[in-house]
């Protein structure tokens, strides 16, 4: 029998959330209004208002997995910052190296000798010989972009339908139902239209691939190994393999984004499938929560890029940041490597994705529901559709943004936090069984009104 949503019933029940929340998080709401006065939205970051209750929870301390609000209401985190506190709030070994380092200055335009350590590390995690340090994976993406264009002489990027890659112009670009490359709706003021930048394809999609890349003027395909921003989707079976040999033959670099697939394994999805990425890019959770991102390459390009670089110009190239390199980030980035993104770590963290996810199938056999539940090593997310989505114009069609509202209301008002952005719970060092077994438990409770 197929299960049918009653959407009156699902307006009512979120209705009923929406007023508990707003019964439970008094001091958050006036915090709001008086935010309201001085930051746009009441946030400090736009994307803030995308949590699922009228306005936001404000924090009052967060510590490993769990963090409590200012009207003493606790949560089990499985959002973590949007992967930026993989690593748990607050872990020790950070806070010390950060706090010693702070006394021994925070940003200095030279190098310490702790770079040297992490140059090292990051070249036997990802297998890249080179490195250099950004603020955020955007900045990382956008350097990249620059040097692969600069190298090639080419002028397009190639990305993959609803991929996101932080705020980097050439990403936002998708293609319509008719297949059509498109600006993405509600690209805000962008300074040149991606159609000019860039080419889309659909993720798997080999023949596409094809046709674009021997045009011969894609300097870059620029990609997560397996997308996660549109959920989770997984390459097929030697998917990989085409896309490195097709960029080789047509003289197109490729970049791998692995800055929420860190999740699969202390050299991301790169280490653990033997990619051969020409750059590899990565920030939020590498430096436990401080700023910090990094991109690495090949010799090749190293060489290449050294032969064009004009050094009495270096600063004013449009590579690099004052900020970035700064010694409290790699001081961030060492103690977090060496002690909390540790081989122990994810065997921990994966395990735990594994009950997670069995506790939320357990629930959707119950109920009979045409969900599925996907998974990348401490990553794992439920999604509204029977069969795993191939590409990103297929993941974008079963989205339900008043279901995922209702889900997510749910679970924060039973003391749970998922990435606001879609239904994806990720796994800290912190984390316990028994947090991973409450979430099925909140997951069966909010499943239950609505299908049972
Ligand atoms: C795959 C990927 N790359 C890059 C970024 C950008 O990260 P940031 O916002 O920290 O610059 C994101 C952010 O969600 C991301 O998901």
Redesign the pocket.
Known sequence: MAITLDRNKLAQLLLQEEQLFHKNHPKSYELYQRARKSLHGGVPMLWMVRWAGSFPVFVKEARGAHLTDVDGNSYIDFCLG???AMTGHAPEATIKAVAEQMQRGATLMLPYEDVVWVGEELQRRFGLPYWQFAL??????RFVLRMARMITKRPKILVFNY??????DEAFITLDEEGTPISRPNNMGPAVNPLETTKVIEFNDIAALETVLSARDVAAVLA?PVM??IGIIHPDPGFHDVLREMTRKYGTYLIM?E???ICAGPGGYTALHGLEPDFL?L??PLAGGVPA?VYGFTEEVSKAFADKVVMNDADVGGIGGTLAGNALSIAAMKATLENVLTEEFYVKAINLQNRFTAGVEEVIKEFELPWIVKSLGNRSEYWFSSKPPKNGGEAHAAIDPELDRYLHLCALNRGILMTPFHNMALICPETTEADVDHHTSIFREAIRPLFG
Not at 136 to 141: E, G, P, Q, Y
Not at 163 to 168: A, D, R, T
């Open positions: 949007d992967t930026g955020t994976a955007t900045d990382a993406n991929c996101y890659h932080g705020s980097v997560e996660t921003n984004d800055t929420h697939t890019t920030g939020k991102a």
